[in-house]
């Protein structure tokens, strides 16, 4: 038999997906290759402590597989989330969550946007005000501003979680 004929493992993979998305991306560049699903060998543990789906090509076309394997890794750690505290892969999303608000910030944000909008209202009512129009005008858009700020729940910039360390963080 050949050297080159001979197959040699290119990656272990943990599910299929990425098994076929391998396969799938070295058949297109002519490379044959294929599968072996540890999981369904019947020695198990005959592969290591993590069993996975092998993916082999031929020796000959080793070092253009390579290459196309580190393109399709480096595309899916773009897209896939990953801890940054732990480097695991096994994260979740978690729900729209907003930070919880305290009755007395609320209360206090909602007098502040009716002090602003009064303050916006009154020059305009009270004909010994006018001459203060602008400094009724600066205190308004303050206490508004203010207001909304408190008055509107900020969300957390919490958008995963692992499901390995616990850490909750943030990616696009």
Known sequence: ?????????????????????????????????SLHDELNDPAYGAYGPNPGIEVRVFKKDLERAQSILKE??????????????CGSQNVVA???????????????????VVIGIVCIILPFCVKSLE?????????????????????IPQRERKNYKCNECGTEFYKE
């Not at 978690?94 to 502040?112: F, T, Y």
């Open 1 to 33: 038999m050949d050297k080159n004929e001979e197959t040699i493992s290119l990656t272990k993979c943990d599910n299929s997906i990425l098994a076929d998305e391998i396969v799938s991306k070295l058949a297109n560049a002519g490379i044959a290759s």
């Open 72 to 85: 399709i890794t480096e595309k899916r750690e773009k897209q896939l989330p990953w801890c940054p505290n």
């Open 94 to 112: 978690l729900g729209k969550v907003r930070s919880k608000l305290s009755k007395w910030a609320v209360i206090i944000g909602v007098l502040l």
């Open 131 to 151: 001459s203060a129009t602008v400094s009724f005008l600066i205190i308004s858009l303050i206490s508004l501003a203010v207001g909304v700020v408190l008055v």
